[in-house]
């Protein structure tokens, strides 16, 4: 089954929404998916903004799938991501940033991890201030966070809010994340869908020449080269078969990691309060 359902509002706002239970992880189907979908929006000729969001109202993307065979995701490949030399996750998600095409995602649910780098990868993002969750937990799991967040927090929030949310792995509610710059605004939730249409609405009213050309200015100021990209992958191939991290992947899985309820919900808490008890053993 398709985990990302496309609707054309007009042919030139279009929505992405994400479909995968129970938590919306993100695994290599989403990425040939979204590979599928970038690949769309590059070429189409009427399209000006897409809105990403979710089916599941508790997650957006809960994060990537750690059950998923780590050889099968080292050897991933796709035909762009072979003309460019990177791995598929790194070039979907630097396409992303890069689109003639205006991103946007609408945040309701948890959103940590690979879900997390992705929404950065988006141009422009709003959450739910009651609802949305974010977080870059793998730190407080023994591995350093592969998705680009290492380049795209400190230049959103600067060096000290960004090693807060990096090291301390833990989880941002809505109203703190937009304090901090992880999102542009929170709004009420009920709020949130309205506000959003209405934005992309009116994007899509525009000339898309002004918009790319825009875009692309702004691109030249602050977009993270590939090179760090490519690094950060690099750095959680290298820390993802460290000891201590299966031994702490399997505490969450125990504690429901990847299932709809507390493990989940509240992982933040509980990447924490292994960390306390379990240091000695890493």
């Given at each position: 089954m398709p985990q990302i359902h496309v609707r054309q509002h007009s042919p030139a706002y279009w929505r992405a929404t994400?479909?995968?239970?129970?938590?919306?992880l993100m695994d290599p189907d989403t990425i040939y998916e979204l590979d599928a979908l970038v690949s769309r929006l590059e070429t189409d000729p009427d399209v000006k903004v897409v809105v990403f969001d979710?089916?599941?109202?508790?997650?957006f993307i809960a994060h990537w799938d750690m059950a998923a065979d780590p050889e099968t995701v080292v050897g991933m490949a796709?035909?762009?991501?072979?003309?460019r030399g990177m791995h598929p996750y790194t070039d979907v998600f630097t396409r992303i940033s890069r689109l003639p095409v205006v991103t946007i995602a609408s945040v309701r649910g948890r959103v940590r991890g690979a879900g997390s780098e992705f929404i950065l990868a988006?141009?422009?993002r709003f959450a739910s201030r009651e609802r949305a969750v974010l977080g870059q937990f793998e730190v407080g799991l023994g591995v350093v966070p592969g998705g680009g967040t290492t380049a795209w927090l400190p230049r959103l929030m600067g060096r000290g809010r960004a090693?807060?949310?990096?090291?301390g792995a833990d989880d941002f509610p809505g109203d703190l994340a937009e304090r901090y710059g992880y999102v542009n605004r929170a709004l009420p939730d009920a709020e949130l869908?309205?506000?959003v249409d209405r934005f992309a609405d009116r994007i899509a009213g525009f000339e898309k020449q002004a918009i790319v050309e825009t875009k692309e200015l702004v691109n030249r100021v602050d977009l993270p080269s590939d090179d760090e990209f490519v690094a950060a992958l690099n750095g959680y191939f290298e820390s993802f078969p460290r000891p201590g991290v299966r031994a702490r992947a399997a505490a969450l899985f125990a504690l429901g990691l990847q299932q709809p309820g507390d493990g989940e919900l509240r992982?933040?808490?509980h990447v924490a309060a292994y960390g306390e008890n379990?240091?000695?053993?890493d």
């Open positions: 994400f479909d995968n239970d129970p938590v919306n979710s089916a599941n109202p508790d997650y796709t035909d762009s991501s072979t003309r988006c141009d422009i090693l807060e949310v990096l090291l869908d309205e506000f992982l933040g808490q379990a240091g000695a053993r």
